[in-house]
C-alpha cells in the first residue's frame, strides 16, 4: 500500500492525477481489505492508465434525477475485476471507483438511506419498524447488488420486502406502496448502455425521493466512509420477505383498471401486437395483461430473455428505431398493426404504428403521450365522468420540456394542466400533494380502494389524474403507481389503437385529427455527449454560458423570453416554487422554444426543441407539418453551432 500511495502521490505533483482522484483512492482504500481494490488500481497505476483512473475517482457518485447511476464496467476492465470470466463476458467483479456502481457504493447508499429512514420513523412514527421493497432489472450485477442492498437492510434493522426475480422498475412503485414500505429501491440504470448500472431510491409514497428527503438521505450517505458497518445483534434485525407471482397479480389487477372501454376492445381481437422487453423485464407482466385482454401478442424470440449486455441492439432504448428493428421486422412478418417495446426495467415505452399507407412507423415520446392524453380525456368526458362541474378536477400533468399539445388539449377540455419539471419524480410529488388534500377518513384507506372510489374521492375533493407523461417516451395514467410505468403505458396505448381501428382509422390518422382540432406542435429533441471529468467540466462551462451570455436572437428570430430554472423563483400554475434546476429555456418571436440541460443521469447536455401552428386546415395540415419539421432543422443545426462556440 505505501508503495502504491507513493507512486500515486507522484502522479499528482507530475499533474497526471487529479487532487480529488487521489484523495478519493485513498480514503477508498482505506475503507475496507478488499484484495480486488488495490489489484485494480495497482494495474491501472502499473500501466500508466490516468485517464481511467480520473473517470473512476474524480468525483463519489451522487443522487442525480434518477439517485445513484454509473459504471458498474469500466472502460478498461483490470485483470483483478475480470476474475474467472472470459475477456468477452461481465467481469466477476463491478467497476473499483467512487465514481462507479459497485459494492462500494452500493453499501454506502443502503446504509446512508437506513440511516435517514430510521431518524423519520422516529420523528413520525416512533413505534414503526422501518420497511424497503428492493426490485431489480436484467443488467449485470444487478441481482447482486440488490442482494447486498437487502443484507445491509435487515442487517441494520429493517424489514426488506425483495423481489424474487428481475422486475419493472413500476411494479416497485406499486410495491411501495402497496406494502406501506418505508421506502423503495430499485437497482437499473434504465436504457443506459450495458456497461451501467444505477440505485434509483423511493419514497413511503412509491415516488422517487424529491427534497427534503433526496438532499438528506445524500447527506447521510456522505457521511458515510467506506462499505463496512456494525452489524446489529440478530434479535434487532429486519426480516427478509420475497416477493413472487402473487404480488405480480395484484398489480395486474391494477392494472387492468386503466382500460376505459373494455366493451370496445374485446371487440377488437384481431388487433395484433408485436412486442419486445429488449431483453429486459417488460415481458413479465405487460404480454400476459395483453393476452389477457384479448390482443394477439406476438413477442421476439430473440429478445424475450434477460441478458445485461443486451445482445441484439446497440442500446436497449425503446424510443430509437434500432431497437425496435426486430419487433418492427416480426410485424412486417405477421401484419402486426402495432409494435411496443419497453426498456430494460420497463419504465419507458415506444411504438411504431401501420399508417394508412401501410407502412410501419415510429411515433415521438410526444406524439404517443399526446394521443394517450387526447384518447383518455376524451373518454371520461363521454363516458360522462368528467362532465361540466367536475373538469376542472381533471388534471393532466406533464413535464416543461414535454409537447405543448397535451397542454392545449387539457385547456380546450377544460381540464387543469400542470408542469413540473424533467423527471417523472416532479409528477409523483403533485400526485402526492393531491392525496394529501383529500378528507383524512378517505386517506387512510386511500391505497386499498377500488379504483372507481379514489376517481370519485379526487373529483369531489382534490384532482383527479387523468393523465401525466414526458417526452422522453414515459406515461402514467393512474396513481397506484408513482413513476413512469411502461406496463400500464402499454395496456393504455393498446386501447388507443383499438379504438383507432374501431372507427376504421390508423394512429396517424388520428393524430391528424388532433392536429386539426387542437393546432400542429412538433418537437424535435437533440444532445451533446462529452464523457469522463474533462467532459463534465465541458458540460458546465456550456450550461452556464447560456445565462452568462444569453443570446438575442436566434437562427434569425428574437429571443422574447429567458427563463433561468436555476433561480430558484420560476412558480407553477398553483403556486408551487419549482425546485431549482440547472435549465435554461428561449422563447423566440416565431413561435419556437428552446430547453437547454444537463442530464442528471448521463454525460450529456439535452436540448429541447419546440415549433407549433395553432390554426390549420385539412388543406394546409401536410405543409405546416412540412414546415415546422424544417424550421426545427434549422434551429437545431444553430444550436450545435453556436454550441461548439461556447465550448471552445
Keep these: 500500500m505505501s508503495d502504491l500511495r507513493e507512486t500515486l502521490e507522484h502522479a499528482f505533483r507530475e499533474n497526471r492525477l487529479l487532487a480529488s482522484t487521489l484523495a478519493n483512492i485513498l480514503q477508498f482504500l482505506s475503507g475496507g481489505n478488499n484484495p480486488v481494490y488495490e489489484a485494480a488500481i495497482g494495474e491501472l497505476v502499473e500501466n500508466g492508465a490516468w485517464t481511467e483512473l480520473d473517470d473512476r475517482f474524480f468525483k463519489t457518485l451522487a443522487f442525480g434525477t434518477g439517485g445513484l447511476r454509473g459504471r458498474t464496467i469500466g472502460k478498461i476492465v483490470t485483470r483483478a475485476e475480470a476474475g474467472s470470466q472470459a475477456s468477452d463476458r461481465c467481469p466477476e467483479f463491478p467497476c473499483v471507483g467512487t465514481n462507479a456502481m459497485n459494492f462500494y457504493n452500493v453499501s454506502r447508499a443502503t446504509q446512508g438511506l437506513v440511516k435517514y429512514i430510521k431518524e423519520y420513523l422516529g420523528k413520525n412514527s416512533p413505534e414503526t419498524r422501518p420497511s424497503i421493497a428492493i426490485a431489480y432489472d436484467t443488467r449485470f450485477f444487478s441481482r447482486q447488488f440488490a442482494e447486498l442492498t437487502a443484507k445491509v437492510a435487515t442487517e441494520n434493522g429493517c424489514d426488506v420486502y425483495l423481489f424474487e426475480s428481475a422486475r419493472s422498475t413500476p411494479e416497485l412503485s406499486f410495491a411501495v406502496r402497496y406494502t406501506n414500505s418505508t421506502a423503495g429501491i430499485v437497482i437499473t440504470a434504465s436504457h443506459n448502455p450495458p456497461h451501467d448500472n444505477g440505485f434509483k431510491v423511493y419514497f413511503a409514497d412509491g415516488a422517487q425521493v424529491v427534497e427534503p428527503h433526496a438532499g438528506a438521505i445524500m447527506n447521510e450517505v456522505n457521511k458515510v466512509a467506506d462499505e463496512v458497518y456494525a452489524v446489529l445483534p440478530k434479535s434487532q434485525q429486519g426480516k427478509l420477505v420475497s416477493l413472487g407471482p402473487q404480488f405480480d397479480d395484484l398489480y395486474k389487477a391494477r392494472l387492468r383498471t386503466l382500460v376505459l372501454r373494455p366493451d370496445m376492445v374485446s371487440t377488437q381481437k384481431e388487433l395484433k401486437i408485436a412486442f ?206 408513482r413513476d413512469k410505468d411502461g406496463n400500464g403505458a402499454a395496456i393504455m396505448f393498446a386501447e388507443v389503437a383499438a379504438y383507432a381501428k374501431s372507427n376504421g382509422v390508423t394512429l396517424d390518422q388520428l393524430l391528424d385529427q388532433i392536429y386539426l382540432e387542437y393546432g400542429c406542435y412538433l418537437e424535435k429533441s437533440g444532445s451533446l455527449a462529452f464523457e469522463g471529468a474533462e467532459g463534465a467540466e465541458k458540460i458546465r462551462r456550456l450550461a452556464d454560458s447560456y445565462n452568462a451570455e444569453p443570446p438575442v436572437e436566434i437562427d434569425g428570430s428574437k429571443v422574447v423570453m429567458v427563463k433561468d430554472f436555476a433561480t430558484g423563483k420560476v412558480r407553477d400554475v398553483e403556486g408551487d416554487l419549482l425546485p431549482r434546476e440547472k435549465m435554461t429555456m428561449f422563447e423566440l418571436a416565431d413561435r419556437r422554444r428552446i430547453a437547454v440541460r444537463p442530464s442528471g443521469t448521463e454525460p450529456k447536455i439535452k436540448f429541447y426543441l419546440f415549433g407549433k401552428n395553432p390554426v390549420v386546415s385539412a388543406g394546409s395540415l401536410a405543409q405546416v407539418k412540412e414546415d415546422l419539421a424544417a424550421a426545427l432543422e434549422r434551429l437545431w443545426a444553430w444550436v450545435r453551432e453556436d454550441a461548439k462556440k461556447r465550448v471552445g
Excluded: W
Aim: charged share 25%; aromatic share 8%; net charge negative.
Design 276 to 481: 419486445t422487453p429488449i431483453h429486459g423485464t417488460g415481458a413479465t407482466i405487460s404480454v400476459p395483461v395483453l393476452r389477457e385482454l384479448g390482443f394477439q401478442v406476438l413477442t421476439v424470440p430473440e429478445q424475450e430473455g434477460p441478458d445485461g449486455s443486451f445482445p441484439t441492439v446497440r442500446s436497449p432504448n425503446p424510443e430509437n428505431a434500432e431497437a425496435l428493428a426486430m419487433a418492427i421486422a416480426l410485424a412486417e412478418r405477421e401484419n402486426a398493426d402495432l409494435v411496443i417495446g419497453t426498456d430494460p426495467d420497463c419504465d419507458r415505452m415506444g411504438v411504431a404504428i401501420r399508417d394508412r399507407s401501410g407502412r410501419m412507423q415510429l411515433l415521438t415520446g410526444n406524439q404517443i403521450g399526446s394521443l394517450l392524453a387526447y384518447y383518455r380525456t376524451k373518454t371520461f368526458k363521454t363516458q360522462g365522468l368528467l362532465n361540466d362541474q367536475n373538469k376542472d378536477r381533471g388534471v393532466i400533468i406533464k413535464t416543461v420540456v414535454t409537447t405543448d399539445l397535451q397542454k392545449a388539449i387539457a385547456q380546450r377540455e377544460g381540464l387543469h394542466c400542470v408542469e413540473t419539471l424533467t423527471g417523472f419524480k416532479y409528477i409523483g410529488e403533485k400526485l402526492g400533494k393531491y392525496e394529501a388534500a383529500l378528507p383524512e377518513e378517505i386517506r387512510r384507506l386511500y391505497r386499498g380502494l377500488p379504483e372507481q372510489e379514489t376517481r370519485s374521492a379526487r373529483l369531489k375533493n382534490s384532482y383527479f389524474y387523468v393523465f401525466g407523461g414526458e417526452e422522453s417516451y414515459g406515461y402514467s395514467g393512474a396513481d397506484f403507481v
